[in-house]
């Protein structure tokens, strides 16, 4: 796998991109910026890019921006963005411009080797991956009238799992499952039509509804 880093601590993005290496995993660019990054990829765009949400020059979401422009030039490229706070808005919106190969990780879980594996896995294939500290705000949901078995599902969905992933986290029928998300997603009253992603829109719909 080819990541791109983009990190303003030269610290953490030494850290960062020493584990990753060690990982075997080919870190063909790190930056200090987000407009580094993009000029460093321009010509041989990673499989994801690992960006930190508060860079220069922008020093407030410039990762965040960085983000959509990656996408926008590249739409291939999965989308990996670090924050040290629980950017409850960010993530909402980043899911809802960049609905496909993106993930949003808390920064004190990217030293985590095989965590970080599996996100950058999923991420590459196209996958969504939510860290387990805004997953587990999924409990807000609870004001939409769902049972404890759908908050379960739609908990683990914000993470990127699939049916089969959850059934089996969960020890149910992967049916089990799709019943689930048949329901909570009627009382979310969320679009059936094909050009909405009802994965995706329940996880937005429980992260807008997350206390801060």
Known sequence: MRVAVAEDNADFRESLVLMLRSMGIDVTHAAATGPDLVTGIATAPP??????????????????????????????????????????????????????GVGYLKKDHADDDELMRTVLTRIADGGVFIDDQ??????????????????????????????????????????????????LFQKLRLPSDARHNRRVLAILRWLEAAPP
């Open 134 to 183: 805004l997953s587990a705000r999924i409990e807000a949901a609870s004001a939409q009238h769902l049972t404890g078995r759908e908050l379960d599902v739609l908990r683990l969905v914000a993470t990127g799992l699939s049916n089969k992933a959850v059934a089996a986290e969960l020890y149910m029928a992967e049916t089990t499952v799709e019943r689930h998300l048949t329901n």
């Open 47 to 100: 499989d994801v890019a690992v960006l930190d949400i508060r860079m220069p020059p922008g020093g407030s979401v410039e990762g965040f921006r960085t983000a959509e422009r990656i996408r926008r030039q590249h739409p291939q490229v999965g989308i990996l963005l670090l924050s040290q706070y629980d950017e409850i808005f960010y993530a909402a919106r980043l899911l809802e411009q960049i609905p496909t």
